[in-house]
């Protein structure tokens, strides 16, 4: 029974549990997108599109050059095998479990009714309209639902009341989402939209948490309490008792971590059953910046001596990395952070910068630009250009038989 676990083996184990361990498939298509999802358990959905939108980046880390019209079509075309719903945080999860947030939706709502405060009660016959609008026509993006109240009202995101209205019904589970289109999300009720077992599937609230975090410990291999339950972001006390129910069970195990600590004492960590052990992993992938190996940034932290912060919402001025900075794995580290760029218009992949992680040593440059040609042709670009910001820039350039371009002024 393994009692402790290296933090170079812990560090492999979370990469074969997220998939890095297999070799890429000569030619991936929705065979091994299904199941990398199912392996995933969920694909965080996010509209940034500088480089490309988040959904489609775990597959790319994962399988490399994929058709997207494959994953579009599974998980947003006609009778797709996914659901949307707000897990992680809006994510596209498969269809089997959406009724184990049922539970999540009656508490939103819940708390909604209660707050006076609430956009919902001074637009009750928006709502009303709302479904009835839905429950005429079919399902519809909120950009065709035409009503006088769907005017934009302020900056923030530019919502109408329409639009406000249909997302409340979303987090309610009452309106469900379609697929999409251009990637705009369309709406239909519930009943429109999903099979009759799903729709009335019941699964109370502490089944339902205690098979998200089973899953979550499948999908991360290995981690603590408040890794396991940032997965699906649940509540810690209703993770704690969950986790101690699969303890009892035998699907997790109890383990060491020798460095994994708060406050100077050992935090207590837990291994899947069923993780791979593996002694080495053999991979070269860019990863989004919510992929479930880097969204929670304590276990980034704590995994990888990765500290990481997004910077899109930080002021240019005050930007460190770059705008959409991703992190670079080679092998089982994370050895630097790359800003990019589809210049869609004159067909190249912009590196924006390029900075290595201190310590990550030298020798895995050719591996990176190998990536970035791989990742310019998956977006159907025709070449790649780096610019001179950042301490790995040259040495990238100069792997792809180029020159840094200089910043533009100002």
């Known amino acids: 029974m393994v009692q402790s676990v290296s933090p170079a083996q812990a560090r492999r184990v979370s990469l074969a549990a997220q998939g890095f361990a ?7 298509g929705t065979r091994q997108l299904n199941l990398t999802i199912e392996r995933l358990g969920l694909l965080q ?4 599109n500088v480089f ?27 009778h797709a095998k996914y659901a949307e719903a707000w897990a992680h945080v809006a994510s596209i999860i498969p269809l089997d ?7 999540a939706m009656a508490q939103r709502r819940a708390r909604h009714e209660a707050d006076p405060k609430n956009w ?11 479904r009835a609008e839905l429950a005429a026509k079919g399902p519809l993006p909120a950009s065709k639902i035409e009503h006088d109240a769907n005017k934009s009202k302020g900056s923030w995101w530019g919502w109408s009341d329409v639009k406000y209205g249909l997302e409340y019904l979303f987090f309610w589970g009452e309106v469900v989402s379609a697929g999409r289109k251009n990637f705009e999300r369309i709406y239909g009720l519930a009943e429109q939209v999903l099979p009759s077992d799903i729709l009335n599937a019941e699964v109370p609230k502490d089944e339902a948490i205690r098979e998200l975090m089973r899953r979550a410990s499948r999908s991360h291999g290995i981690g603590t309490l408040n890794d396991l339950a940032d997965y699906y972001r649940l509540r810690i006390d209703d993770a704690k008792a969950a986790l101690q129910q699969l303890t009892d069970e035998g699907e997790v195990l109890p383990v060491a971590v020798p460095g994994w600590e708060r406050a100077g004492k050992p935090l207590p960590v837990f291994l899947h059953r069923d993780a791979a052990l593996p002694r080495r992993i053999d991979a070269a992938a860019l ?6 190996v880097v969204w929670e940034r304590d276990r980034a932290l704590r995994l990888f001596n990765f500290h990481y912060r997004i910077e899109i919402y930080t002021p240019p001025p005050k930007r460190v990395f770059g705008y959409y900075t991703l992190p670079v794995l080679i092998d089982d580290r994370l050895v630097g952070r790359i800003d990019l760029k589809s210049d869609r218009q ?16 030298t020798g895995f440059e050719p591996r990176i630009a190998t990536l970035l ?21 040259t040495a990238v350039a100069a792997e792809l038989g180029q020159s840094v371009l200089p910043l533009p002024r100002g």
């Open 22 to 28: 297999r070799p890429r498939p000569a030619s991936p």
């Open 45 to 48: 959905v996010d509209s940034v």
């Open 52 to 78: 490309e939108r988040s959904h489609y980046l775990p597959m790319f880390a994962r399988l490399g050059a994929y058709n997207k019209a494959d994953l579009d079509k599974l998980t947003f075309g006609r």
């Open 97 to 103: 479990s959406w009724p184990l947030w049922r539970w």
């Open 120 to 130: 919902i009660h001074a637009n009750r016959p928006m709502l009303d309209w709302l």
């Open 287 to 292: 990863l989004s910046p919510f992929d479930p």
């Open 346 to 361: 004159n067909r190249v992949l912009r590196v924006q910068s390029a900075w290595r992680e201190e310590g990550s040593g």
């Open 373 to 393: 040609r791989e990742t310019a042709a998956w977006q159907g670009l025709e070449g790649v250009e780096v610019m001179n910001r950042g301490d790995l820039a």
